[in-house]
Nanobody
Framework: QVQLQESGPGLVKPSQTLSLTCTVS??????????WNWIRQPPGKGLEWVGG??????TVRPSLKSRTSVSRDTSKNQFTLQLSSVTPEDTAVYYC????????????WGQGTQVTVSS
């Protein structure tokens, strides 16, 4: 069974770049037809998809998320989110999650990590 674990700083200053890493165990991030994603939930709000990277290395992100970059390290079985020029509105619990492209649903989630943007 695949497991995902987020890691990164809990506190980031405004205008800095947030960097989070998701370490995957029990399955390879290069396995065909799986997509590796970052999703966040701001306080009091719903889930928001931030961006992701496919099994073949292609990246996907919402059109408005020009501040978002997702990359991977296949040797470590990790993928990383970088969100630049953060503001307090980027404060959220950040989750990494796997999308099953064959069955069309998020089948595995990390436990989530709180990120606060504050000076």
């Amino acid at each position: 069974q695949v497991q995902l674990q987020e890691s990164g700083p809990g506190l980031v200053k405004p205008s800095q770049t947030l960097s989070l890493t998701c370490t995957v165990s029990g399955g390879s991030i290069t396995t065909n037809n799986y997509y590796w994603n970052w999703i966040r939930q701001p306080p009091g709000k719903g889930l928001e998809w931030v961006g992701g990277i496919a099994y073949n290395g292609d990246t996907v992100r919402p059109s408005l998320k020009s501040r978002t970059s997702v990359s991977r390290d296949t040797s470590k079985n990790q993928f990383t989110l970088q969100l630049s020029s953060v503001t307090p509105e980027d404060t959220a619990v950040y989750y990494c999650a796997r999308w099953d492209g064959g069955n069309y649903y998020f089948d595995s989630w990390g436990q989530g990590t709180q990120v606060t943007v504050s000076s």
